[in-house]
């Protein structure tokens, strides 16, 4: 079946959900705690990787449209540069590196589930249950077609930034510039705090790759997959860091440092209690789509 024809394929904004949604998982709700150390200096090191991770967005885009068969994304490339070993090298080290990262995504789904479910916490047996539960459901999820997959995408990349947007534009009333004093808090150079939270950040940028990886089910790749890809990277980059500078405006370095819920404490100065509660799903819905969408890739 031809990648533009048909009505099992993803169009733009299947494609984008792809992108935002792979890269947008749990790991974005500790990353404040994660760079308060640092103090606002770090909002330095997440221009520096976004503007790596932006650079490599083009790369790729460039990519698909210069290699002829694109599908597999890096393992494409990989193989029309340098031949079948460093591709298939490139493909199964991908393809494991997404499999360990979905047990991974699971443990955090569930983990943000239990604040729901507190079995979870008290009985290992039912959390591990659950867990190869949501993977088998996924799994057999992914194959009823690419544009359940699509769906399913789209709904959880919409529902996980509801919680993020509402800190960004509410956070703004509950802002006070003094947390960024120290801007660097770190006692080291600040060209070593830009390499350390640069490092850091980057990792939150994995995912930019996704919309290369099934091209071949993708409407009009060569026009859809740059066109995700970047701007998938865009808006993740400013939720990323709009978010980092709203929180840590909020709330006090030395408070942020230690917090196991950054995102649930802010949204608990906003709106008491209902606020961690509230972040809490936003964590499970951004874990369960993240790992939906990798799926999907594995």
């Known amino acids: 079946m031809a990648a533009d024809s048909g009505k099992q394929s993803l169009g733009i904004w299947m494609t984008t959900a792809l992108v935002i949604g792979n890269m947008i998982g749990a790991g974005?709700?500790?990353?404040?705690?994660?760079?308060?150390?640092?103090?606002?200096?770090?909002?330095l090191g997440w221009l520096a990787?976004?503007?790596?991770?932006?650079?490599?967005?083009r790369v790729f885009s460039a990519l698909t449209k210069l290699v002829p068969n694109s599908n597999g994304g890096p393992y494409a490339f990989a193989k029309a540069g340098f031949g079948d070993y460093i591709g298939f090298l490139v493909a199964w080290g991908y393809w494991v590196?997404?499999?360990?990262?979905?047990?991974?995504?699971?443990?955090?789904?569930?983990?943000?589930?239990?604040?729901?479910?507190?079995?979870?916490?008290?009985?290992?047996?039912?959390?591990?249950?659950?867990?190869?539960?949501?993977?088998?459901g996924l799994t057999w999820?992914?194959?009823?077609?690419?544009?359940?997959?699509?769906?399913?995408?789209?709904i959880t990349t919409l529902l996980k930034l509801i919680?993020?947007?509402?800190?960004?534009i509410g956070g703004f009333f509950y802002f006070d510039a003094s947390n960024f004093i120290p801007f660097n808090a770190s006692q080291t150079t600040s060209l070593a705090a830009i390499a350390a939270t640069g490092t850091l950040t980057f990792y939150s940028?994995?995912?930019?790759?996704?919309?290369?990886?099934?091209?071949?089910?993708?409407?009009?790749?060569?026009?859809?997959i740059p066109r995700a890809t970047l701007w998938g990277t865009l808006i993740t980059t400013a939720v990323y860091?709009?978010?980092?500078?709203?929180i840590m405006g909020m709330i006090p370095a030395a408070e942020l440092a230690v917090s196991a819920a950054p995102f649930a404490d802010a949204m608990q100065i906003m709106s008491g209690k209902f606020g961690a509660g509230f972040v809490a799903a936003g964590v499970a819905i951004a874990s369960f789509g993240a790992l939906n969408g990798w799926i999907f890739i594995q």
């Open 49 to 57: 990787s976004s503007a790596g991770a932006l650079i490599l967005a």
């Open 205 to 224: 940028f994995l995912g930019f790759e996704s919309a290369t990886v099934p091209s071949d089910k993708v409407r009009d790749p060569k026009k859809t």
């Open 28 to 43: 974005i709700f500790m990353m404040p705690a994660a760079l308060a150390g640092f103090g606002g200096i770090s909002i």
């Open 163 to 168: 919680p993020i947007v509402i800190i960004i």
């Open 141 to 154: 999820y992914n194959s009823l077609g690419v544009r359940s997959s699509g769906k399913m995408q789209v």
């Open 97 to 136: 590196s997404i499999w360990i990262a979905n047990a991974a995504i699971t443990i955090a789904f569930i983990s943000a589930m239990s604040v729901f479910f507190p079995v979870f916490k008290t009985h290992s047996l039912v959390a591990v249950g659950a867990s190869l539960a949501t993977i088998w």
């Open 241 to 246: 860091i709009l978010s980092t500078v709203v």
